[in-house]
């Protein structure tokens, strides 16, 4: 069975490769791991928000959102919910035009509040990632530049530049760089996609809240102007 050059050329590489290479190896395993664990848990919050969209309609109400959080419980809009369901709760029940402003900004920093931890939650792995796409290409040009200096020693050792000196040490190099790019790339490439998806997913929240802020003061409206009727109805 032919063996593997990317095998062989380890097996006889020095010590300075075998530590770039398995750097770049362990950080590969976290990398890859962030990579699944994100898309899958991305995949999840964008069925939940389809699902979200087509269920609303165009003008919601607060029942319909508090039904829709316990079907979808695991949302981040069940959270965003479940939030304002909680500030509503403690506030009074007494409602007039002077407080309708006072309230609506109650549930709008309980939106925010919300909103913002789920950031922080979307963001996890992230600076991983970051690490990895800047931080692979220079560990991987260090191997290189050892790789290279280790080629000159050899042909000034020999006083020769035969293939047989030179490309050990020129394998070396570019198994080197190879480590490195197949850390930062998928870093790379995970990095940029998430951050996408992050900044359409935190729009979304706050488009949601702005909802929710509305269907509470059409709420708080509908119940000052029935009151003002009840008010009136008993005075005639």
């Known amino acids: ?11 006889n590489s020095g010590p300075v490769t075998w530590v770039t290479v398995g750097s770049m190896f362990l950080l590969s395993i976290g990398v890859w791991t962030i990579l699944l664990r994100k898309a899958s848990s991305n995949r999840r919050q964008l069925r939940s928000l389809v ?13 319909e959102f508090a039904r829709l959080a316990k079907i979808l419980p695991d949302s981040p809009m069940s959270r965003v ?19 309708l402003n006072a309230r609506g900004q109650l549930v709008t920093e309980s939106i925010e509040r919300t909103v913002d ?12 990632l970051a690490f990895c796409t800047a931080t692979g290409p220079l560990i991987g040009l260090l191997g290189t530049v050892w ?32 480590a490195g790019l197949l850390v930062a790339i998928p ?9 996408g998806f992050n900044r359409r997913a935190e729009s979304f929240l706050y488009n949601f809240g702005s909802e929710m ?16 009727s009840s008010q009136a109805a008993g005075q005639g």
């Open 187 to 195: 870093a790379s490439l995970g990095y940029n996609a998430f951050a």
């Open 81 to 99: 919910t479940r939030g304002v369901l909680r500030e509503i709760e403690g506030m009074s029940r007494y409602v007039s035009y002077d407080s």
């Open 117 to 128: 931890s789920e950031k922080d939650q979307n963001e996890r792995g992230m600076t991983f």
């Open 147 to 178: 790789g290279i200096m280790d080629t000159f020693f050899a042909i000034g050792r020999h006083g020769s530049a035969d293939i047989t000196v030179v490309a050990p040490g020129i394998a070396e190099a570019l198994m080197a760089v190879l």
């Open 213 to 228: 802020v509305s269907a509470f003061k059409r709420a708080d409206l509908v119940a000052l102007e029935t009151a003002q």
């Open 51 to 63: 699902k979200w969209e087509k269920d609303l309609g165009n003008t919601p109400s607060l029942q």
């Open 1 to 11: 069975m032919q063996e593997s050059a990317f095998l062989s050329i380890l097996a």
